[in-house]
C-alpha cells in the first residue's frame, strides 16, 4: 500500500522557517520524482517544488525561488522542504506528491500518489 505522509507543519511568524518532511512507504523512492504542491483557502493548488529521482535535480516556483529548499533521501525515503525567509503569503495546505519515472512535472495531473497534507501558517 502505497503512503505519502507529510509533516513538520505549524504555524511561524513572518521571516521564519519551517521543515516540511515526506515520509513515503510501499514504493521505493529512488525511482518516483516527488512534488511539492500548496493550497490556499479558495485557490487551486499549485506547484511549490520538484525533484527527479535520477539526478535529484530541482525546479521552483518563482515565488519561492531563494526561500524554499528540496532535498530526499532516498535511505529513508523522506523528501524534504526546507522553507526560509517564509510570508504569510505562503500560508496553505502543503502536500507531497509522486509520479513513475525520472522526470518531475509541475501539473497536479500527472501525480499518481499524494499525501493527506500539512498546514503551514504565516502569521504574526
Known amino acids: 500500500q502505497v503512503q505519502l505522509v507529510e509533516s513538520g507543519g505549524g504555524l511561524v511568524q513572518p521571516g521564519g522557517s519551517l521543515r516540511l518532511s515526506c515520509a513515503v512507504s510501499?514504493?521505493?523512492?529512488?525511482?518516483?520524482?516527488i512534488g511539492w504542491f500548496r493550497q490556499a483557502p479558495g485557490k487551486g493548488r499549485e506547484g511549490v517544488s520538484f525533484i527527479s529521482s535520477a539526478d535529484g535535480s530541482t525546479q521552483y516556483a518563482d515565488s519561492v525561488k531563494g526561500r524554499f529548499t528540496i532535498s530526499r533521501d532516498n535511505a529513508k525515503n523522506t523528501v524534504y522542504l526546507q522553507m526560509d525567509s517564509l510570508k504569510p503569503e505562503d500560508t496553505a495546505v502543503y502536500y507531497c506528491a509522486g509520479r513513475t519515472g525520472r522526470t518531475p512535472s509541475p501539473q497536479t495531473y500527472d501525480y499518481r500518489y499524494w499525501g493527506q497534507g500539512t498546514q503551514v501558517t504565516v502569521s504574526s
Open positions: 510501499g514504493f521505493t523512492l529512488e525511482y518516483y520524482a
